[in-house]
Structure formats: structure tokens, C-alpha cells
């Protein structure tokens, strides 16, 4: 840099050395450092506002809306952050100062949170919330207040004093000592004997004010029962607050039930890992009126396995169902159902049976598939029942049940369709019983050719079926002879002459056709020789025709040609199977017309057939 301000030129194109060129390096060193030197980028901070009210509850959400300033000439990301009381970063976000996003000079808005959940140790604060970005700073006052509400509580009397079954009513006050509003069930609790916390009652909800306590006391009852007596102190609680206090329950002079029971049934034998279910007879035969519980026991091998608290009065009886869920095997397990009340006792006992489990399999063989449309014996169309009744063999070691796959092969199909399955129910190792399963027209087609029925072992029988289309249409067609007035060899007409076919055509099926062409070819077909030739006219027309509804129509022959000396010609009209014929007379011309065939002198039949019906589906 120095020796370029040695030869710094004066600027009318000549170079000389300069003056002080010491100092036009420092010009040049600055100017190029402002050139290269990468910018920062800097956000001011305008503004922080509190969106909404500047004194809340703690717990609630402070939401602030700063609005930056981008200020600097450099490109990046600014952190702008907000900071709480203690100056805690609580929330951030990143501005992008660019071109695109906040240029130099431009302003926006961001929102920055803070959640006062726990923020107080007392009953209010106000101080500064702190906004932070690029080295600025700006604050907001903000004021977090303890809402929050507290049910004290205190006895104001108990009503009690009675026998076990009574009720001991708790009057007690509520005040809500602190400033929010709020709802509270109270309940009375006691201490057993485990040392566990047990509910005894619970108050309808008391509703509060802020500083507000009941007009009335809140009346807890609690309803008492037998053993009750026991209990002495309880204690009454809000969600804030607890106090104790004393009861006096009486005990009830009752008589002493005496439980019979009689096991009545089980579900044995069952199989390990199986339940047991031992349904009992319980009852009250000790002549008191009084509804006392008792407790009743089902041992297994002297092993309490399952028990239930039973209430009778006298006479009463009821029956309950005891459940072991089976973990031992053996043909004579003794259980035992024992009644105990206080002074009495009384035991049903039963032997039953657990087996082990069973590890013999069945395996499903299908010898044979038969149906009602087997090929070659039977068949059906493809809106009738498709009965598909199969042989089943279990040729394994144990009773067993499954359900086989009926499938069905339709041609230009590589791959067999699932249809149904079908259970065969539990058929005994070594015995072979028959299925049964009815197919509807839905599962199969005309194009179905076979049905397959595989067992879960991988065994399967396929029985060849003959399923034919439906005759849907059933096309009746009828020449009218008597509007042919070539029938007769004295009313033959001259070769050339067109003769005009009058037929009918109606439709006998169930199927509507809809507006669908009706093609009709006119064939010589010379069958005595064996030789066909070519069409000799041809026509078309448009038809619909209900189930049952009739179609009549002519059909133009051109009797244009030569070699019509044999009569007479024998004209058919068919469809699909059904025809009808008559015959007609043509008188030969000499020579050859153009435009039709030339049959020379042989002859013996020309062919109207319809060729296509087209159905709506």
C-alpha cells in the first residue's frame, strides 16, 4: 500500500511520486476496510406494550408485543428475547434482518410470552419485564397478583349418637379466606386400621366468592353400617384445608345369621390354565329377620381361592358362582365352598377334575367337494344357489375343529378367488362328516369353472362346475308369412325385385334391452354343396324392448344376381337358437344384374340371422 502511494499519479495522466505518501496509505487502507469488512446486523427496540391487562393472576400468561426496528446496514439473524423479573430469558424469537424479510429502516411486530405459574413467594408483585435484541434494551411494568382461593373449614356440630345403620350429620362452615372465586366438594374421612385414608361421605359442591363463607353450615352425612362402631375420629376436609374431630357410633345389637351352602354344580372337567366355575346355593337358616353379612369362602386343597361378603335376612337364599382359574392338574382336587358368619360356620365340599393340556392335533383332510352343478352331472345358471357340500376326514390323533377356504377359479383368472370360509365344528379323530355351504349368485359367475375348498393343513379337494348365463332376453322371432307375397310359385318375383320380410321380435326374458342395434346379416348359405358364400344383404336398426314387449320390423332382401331357377329358396330368420322359416319363389332373369351374388344353377337355402342382441347391464 505504501508504494502505490509513492506513485499516486496527480490526475492528468502522468505519475509522479507524492508528496505525503504516508498518508494517502492510510486513506486507501480505510477505504478498501469499509469495502470488505462485513457488517452486523442490529435491531432497535421501539416499543414494548402488554397485550391486555398489566395485572394478572399468577399462573396466567403475559403476552407482550414488541415492535423492532431494523437499524444496522448488516444481513443475519437477531435474537430478540425476553427477559423476566430476574432477568431470566422466558421467551426468544429470531428476526431476519434482509431484504427480503425486515429491511433497513423497516419496522415490525413480534409477541413474546411469559408464564407467571409459580413467579410469587406472596401475594403480589410488580416489576419490570425486559426486552433484549442486538444490545438494546426496553421494559414493561407488570403486575402478578395471588388469585387464588382457599376453603377454610371448621365443625360446627355432629349429630350423631346412634346405632350402627344411622346417620351422622356434619354441619360445617366454609369461608374462602382468599381472593378468586371458586367450587369445592368437602368429605369426611378416617384412618383404618392398615393405616389407609377411607371416605366415609361427601358434601354437595359449595360455591364461593373470593372472601365470601356459607350463610349456613354445609351438612355432610354419613351413612353408617355395621362395624362402624369402631370408628371414632374422622376428619373433614376441603381441597385447602383439614380439621378434626369425634364421633359416637353405637354399636347395633344384631342376632347371628347361621349361612348353610350347598354346592349345586361345576364346570368340571376343565383343562389347566382353564377357570373352575363352582355355582352355590347360600342361605339364612337361623331364623333373625336382620340383614347380616357373612363371608363366603372357596377353597381349593385347603387354598383360599376366591370369596364374596353375602347379606340375608332369615329365609333368604341366593346363589353365587366361585371361580379358580385353574394351575394344577388332577382328578380328584377337592374344593370347597365355607359360609362364616360370627358363630357359625357351615361347609359344601365337591372332588373334580383338571386334565392336562391336550397336545393331540387334529389334521383335516377334504376327500371330496361335490356341488349342485358339478360338470358333466348337473348344472345351473348364474342366478341360482350355488350348494357346495364337502367331506371332511380328520385324519389325526385328536378331536379338532377348523375352517376351511372355499375358493373359486374363474377362466383367464391365474389365481383362485377366496369366497367364504365355513366351520366345520368338532369332528372326533378318525371320523369324516359332510359340510355344507350355500354360494349366492353374487359369489360366483358364468365364468366360474371350478370350486376349491383347502383345509387349514393345506389339504384341498376342486370339483369342476357347468354355471351358464342367464337367458336374460329369451328372443322370439316370427316371420309374417301371410305379408310375404312371394310365398307362392305363381307370385314369384323377378330376380332384381326386392322382397320384403316382415318379422317379429319380441322379448320373453326379464331383462330390458335399451336402445341397442339389432344387426341382421342375410346369408346364402348353399348347405346341399356345402359351400357358403358371401352376405347378400345386410341392415340394422335400433330396438328397445321391455321384458315381454315386441319389436316389428321388415327386412329388405335384394334379389338382385342370377341363378334363382331352383325354387323355391328357403328363408330363416334366428337368434340365439329361436328361428322361424319360409319359404319364397324368385323368377331367374338371363343374364348376370350387377350387385348381387351369382349362384349359378344350385341352391337350397338363404339365411336371415341375427347375429348380436346387446343387453343393458
Known amino acids: 500500500m505504501q508504494e502505490v502511494a509513492n506513485v499516486t499519479g496527480n490526475g492528468d495522466g502522468s505519475y509522479t511520486e507524492a508528496d505525503n505518501p504516508e498518508e494517502l496509505a492510510g486513506i486507501f487502507e480505510g477505504l478498501i476496510k469499509e469495502i470488505t469488512e462485513e457488517k452486523e446486523p442490529e435491531l432497535a427496540i421501539n416499543a414494548v406494550d402488554i397485550n391486555g391487562s398489566e395485572n394478572v393472576a399468577e399462573g396466567e400468561i403475559v403476552a407482550t408485543d414488541v415492535k423492532v426496528e431494523n437499524v444496522g446496514e448488516g444481513i443475519g439473524d437477531v435474537p430478540v428475547t425476553l427477559l423476566d423479573w430476574d432477568d431470566n430469558p422466558v421467551d426468544s424469537t429470531l428476526v431476519n434482518a434482509s431484504s427480503e424479510e425486515l429491511a433497513s429502516g423497516d419496522s415490525k411486530n413480534v409477541t413474546l410470552s411469559w408464564d407467571t405459574t409459580g413467579v410469587l413467594d406472596g401475594d403480589i408483585n410488580t416489576d419490570n419485564l425486559s426486552v433484549v435484541a442486538s444490545g438494546n434494551e426496553k421494559e414493561a411494568t407488570v403486575t402478578v397478583e395471588d388469585k387464588s382461593a382457599f376453603f377454610n373449614v371448621s365443625v360446627d356440630s355432629v349429630d350423631d349418637g346412634f346405632e350402627e345403620g344411622g346417620t351422622v350429620t356434619f354441619s360445617v362452615d366454609v369461608e374462602n379466606t382468599d381472593s378468586a372465586p371458586d367450587t369445592q366438594t368437602l368429605w369426611v374421612e378416617y384412618e383404618d386400621e392398615n393405616g389407609n385414608n377411607q371416605t366415609l ?13 356459607t350463610a349456613d353450615p354445609v351438612e355432610i352425612d354419613w351413612q353408617t353400617g355395621i362395624g362402624d362402631a369402631d370408628i371414632e ?20 345389637e344384631v342376632s347371628t345369621a347361621a349361612f348353610n351352602v350347598t354346592i349345586d354344580s361345576t364346570n368340571s372337567p376343565v383343562t389347566v390354565g382353564d377357570q373352575l366355575d363352582v355355582t352355590t346355593k347360600i342361605e339364612n337358616v337361623n331364623g333373625t329377620d336382620e340383614d347380616y353379612p357373612g363371608q363366603v369362602v372357596l377353597t381349593v386343597d385347603g387354598v383360599e381361592e376366591d370369596s364374596k361378603i353375602v347379606a340375608l335376612a332369615d329365609g333368604e337364599s341366593t346363589t353365587e358362582t366361585f371361580t379358580w382359574w385353574t394351575d394344577k392338574t388332577g382328578d380328584s382336587i377337592n374344593v370347597e365352598v ?45 342366478d341360482e344357489t350355488l350348494t357346495v357340500d364337502i367331506k371332511v376326514t380328520n385324519d389325526g390323533d385328536g378331536a379338532g375343529s377348523q375352517t376351511l377356504i372355499v ?3 374363474d377362466s383367464g383368472l391365474g389365481e383362485p378367488t377366496d369366497v367364504t370360509t365355513i366351520d366345520t365344528g368338532t369332528i372326533p379323530d378318525g371320523d369324516t362328516e359332510t359340510v355344507s355351504v350355500d354360494l349366492s349368485p353374487s359369489d360366483f359367475s358364468a365364468e366360474t369353472e371350478e370350486i376349491i375348498v383347502e383345509s387349514e393343513d393345506g389339504f384341498s379337494d376342486t370339483q369342476a362346475v357347468d354355471i351358464n348365463p342367464t337367458d336374460s332376453t329369451q328372443v322370439d322371432i316370427e316371420i309374417k308369412e301371410d305379408d310375404i307375397s312371394a310365398t307362392e310359385r305363381s307370385q314369384a318375383v323377378d330376380a332384381g325385385e326386392p322382397i320384403a320380410v316382415p318379422v317379429k321380435i319380441k322379448n320373453n326374458g326379464s331383462t330390458k334391452i335399451t336402445d341397442k342395434k339389432l344387426f341382421v346379416s342375410l346369408d346364402a348359405n348353399l348347405s346341399a354343396q356345402g359351400v357358403d358364400q358371401s352376405p347378400a344383404n345386410f341392415t340394422s336398426i335400433n330396438v328397445t324392448l321391455a321384458p315381454g314387449g315386441t319389436e316389428n320390423t321388415t327386412i329388405l332382401w335384394d334379389t338382385t344376381g342370377a341363378g334363382w331357377d331352383n325354387d323355391p329358396w328357403k328363408l330363416t330368420v334366428e337368434s340365439e337358437g329361436e328361428f322361424d322359416r319360409e319359404e319364397v319363389y324368385v323368377n331367374e332373369l338371363p343374364g348376370t344384374l350387377p350387385g348381387g351374388p351369382d349362384f349359378g344353377s344350385i341352391g337350397s337355402g338363404i339365411d336371415f340371422t341375427i347375429e348380436d342382441i346387446e343387453v343393458a347391464e
Open 201 to 213: 361421605a361427601t358434601s354437595d359442591p359449595v360455591e364461593l366468592d373470593g372472601g365470601e363463607s
Open 233 to 252: 375420629d374422622v376428619t373433614v376436609h376441603s381441597e385447602n384445608d383439614m380439621v378434626e374431630t369425634s364421633v359416637d357410633v353405637e354399636p347395633k
Open 338 to 382: 365355607r359360609a362364616e358368619t360370627p358363630g357359625s360356620e357351615n361347609r359344601s365340599s365337591e372332588q373334580v377334575t383338571v386334565d392336562d393340556v391336550n397336545t393331540a392335533e387334529e389334521t383335516f383332510k377334504i376327500p371330496d367337494v361335490t356341488t349342485n352343478a358339478d360338470n358333466g352331472d348337473d348344472s345351473i345358471t348364474e
Open 407 to 409: 375358493r373359486r377359479n
